[in-house]
């Protein structure tokens, strides 16, 4: 079933100043030089990056998989390199209870491919059992590998669901090159890279916007990912209403 997202009017009548073309462009040519000098930073944060040392994934790590549990080593498909999200999740809750952020996150990128041209798999590793949350990807459409990590405290190492990790392998032998957690999985989502390029932003509470600017959502309960109660993804799946007290289990997610 489709449904339409509801619409969400943007409740100001404040807008940037208007203009004349020269004189925008000047303002736009003045904050070039800063989003080159953002770049570049960027590059060099990449470069550090590639510097890490790594670190061994003891061979014993295991997750489940559609024919039960691999090892992970296996999540590889092959490939050199590894990109994992490990996803939340709230056992016996029905999909509107589910991990919002983590919902956006993963669905950002559904076409991998270009990671494949650069021996790169991407895949998620969810804190539920591989039968109750598999469900859960094939009702927002998340087509990416999908296991359960349930458990694999080798590949946590005392960390909290949540964040995305980087792996190498050498033949058999698996290394974590880096991790991020919090705002650094954004990288998984284009959507906020994009909403930063517009003249209202993300619309959350904690951005520095002019005064009349919408900020529609607070980041710290999970609001940005969320429409009328349910993840937004949700709302071009199916019209289930969030069960009572989902909000409880959303806010444990932030």
């Known amino acids: 079933m489709s449904v339409r997202l509801p619409l969400r009017p943007v409740p100001t009548t404040a807008h940037p100043a208007v203009v004349d073309r020269a004189t925008w462009q000047a303002a736009c040519d003045d904050l070039l030089v800063r989003e080159k000098a953002h770049t570049r930073e960027g590059d060099a944060l990449a470069a550090a990056r590639r510097r890490l040392p790594m670190t061994p994934v003891p061979a014993q790590a295991r997750v489940q998989g559609p024919d039960g549990p691999v090892p992970f080593v296996d999540v590889f498909e092959g490939r050199t390199q590894l990109i994992a999200y490990f996803h939340m999740w709230h056992d016996g809750q029905p999909p509107e209870g589910q991990c919002e952020g983590c919902t956006f996150f993963t669905a950002g990128i559904q076409r991998p491919a270009y990671l494949h041209s650069r021996d790169v798999t991407l895949v998620v590793l969810c804190q539920g059992t591989f039968e109750e949350s598999r469900p859960y990807a094939d009702l927002v459409g998340d087509e990416l590998p999908w296991y359960s990590a349930r458990d694999a405290e080798p590949l946590l190492a005392g960390r909290g669901f949540g964040f995305f990790a980087g792996y190498l392998r050498l033949g058999g032998d698996v290394f974590e090159t880096w991790w991020g957690t919090g705002r650094g999985t954004e990288a998984m989502s284009p959507s906020y890279q994009l909403l930063d390029r517009t003249a209202y932003g993300r619309q959350e509470t904690w951005e520095d916007s ?41 806010a444990a997610c932030h």
């Open 210 to 250: 002019p005064a009349g600017w919408p900020q529609l959502f607070d980041a710290r309960s999970g609001a940005q990912f969320r429409v009328a109660g349910r993840p937004t993804i949700q709302w071009t799946v199916t019209d289930v209403e969030a069960a009572a007290g989902s909000d409880e289990h959303h």
